[in-house]
């Protein structure tokens, strides 16, 4: 059996070796820092971010209280972006690319990424699609037909995978800040290499503790019902995913500004 490519760290000679291997079954690899928060302004001062020049995105997380399909390795996700159409989601993370079946692969709105961190390396598969019905504003602060969102592509991915049974800011105002870059597989060393160089002339921290947005995002909404809090009462509002009858709730949206140097 293949092993699979949780993250962990990338240090190693023989993960080397793997992480190598990996990226000749992956169509884009992302390099990707997270910035500490004390070091956020500086860092954005250093690189120039304007925020005024940012594409911002509001996302929309479908998950159960207990992180349920976090735990499973499913990702379910809507998305709004400025000056550009809604777009959804289902991602599953980790994955062996070699096993993935060939039917999936073949689909023009499936990719395969691998995420490269000073923590280490994850591969994930994502099946992105349109919204076939409503809009994702909409359907998520009234938590009705959310299967709506997602083609019958994107559904049967969930279904089969799912269990039995850039700066985002929070509504208490706290933040993260992502420093990430997308490459061809084949120059992800020399950009990594470059990536680094760059960051350190400008005085980032390369070796703070990792985090993905998505798992942050995900514990953070999930801390606010365990909590008995909503943060955001309408998006926050219990409903039982149509597409597998499980109950999900669509989590509190956080919205991400990215900005380019």
């Not at 594409?55 to 550009?84: H, I, M, N, Y």
């Not at 993370?93 to 923590?119: A, I, N, Q, Y």
């Amino acid at each position: 059996m293949a092993e699979t490519t949780a993250e962990r760290p990338a240090v190693s000679g023989d993960d080397l070796q793997k992480l190598v291997a990996l990226l000749k079954n992956v169509d884009t690899v992302e390099l990707k820092l997270t910035v500490p928060e004390p070091d956020q302004l500086s860092t954005v001062r250093a690189l120039e971010l304007d925020s005024l020049q940012a594409q911002l995105r509001q996302v929309f997380f479908f998950e159960t209280p207990d992180l349920a399909l976090d735990k499973a390795g499913v990702v379910v996700r809507a998305r709004r972006s400025q000056k550009k159409g809604d777009d959804t989601v289902v991602k599953l993370r980790p994955v062996v690319p070699s096993e993935l079946p060939k039917e999936l692969r073949r689909s023009p709105d499936f990719g395969v990424e691998v995420d490269v961190s000073p923590k280490g390396f994850v591969c994930s598969g994502s099946l992105k699609g349109v919204p076939t019905g409503g809009d994702v504003r909409k359907t998520a602060l009234s938590g009705k037909q959310i299967r709506k969102l997602f083609t019958k592509e994107q559904r049967a991915l969930f279904e089969a995978h799912a269990p039995e049974g850039e700066l985002w800011l929070y509504p208490d105002g706290s933040r993260i800040l992502e420093l990430s870059t997308k490459c061809e597989p084949g120059e992800a060393f020399q950009v990594a290499a470059e990536t680094r160089a760059f960051l350190a002339s400008k005085g980032v921290d390369l070796g703070s503790e990792q985090q993905t947005k998505t798992r942050s995002a995900l514990e953070f909404f999930s801390k606010q019902l365990a909590n008995g809090g909503a943060v955001d009462k309408r998006p926050a509002k219990k409903k039982r995913a149509d597409a597998s009858q499980r109950e999900a709730s669509p989590k509190a949206a956080s919205t991400t500004a990215e900005s380019r140097p």
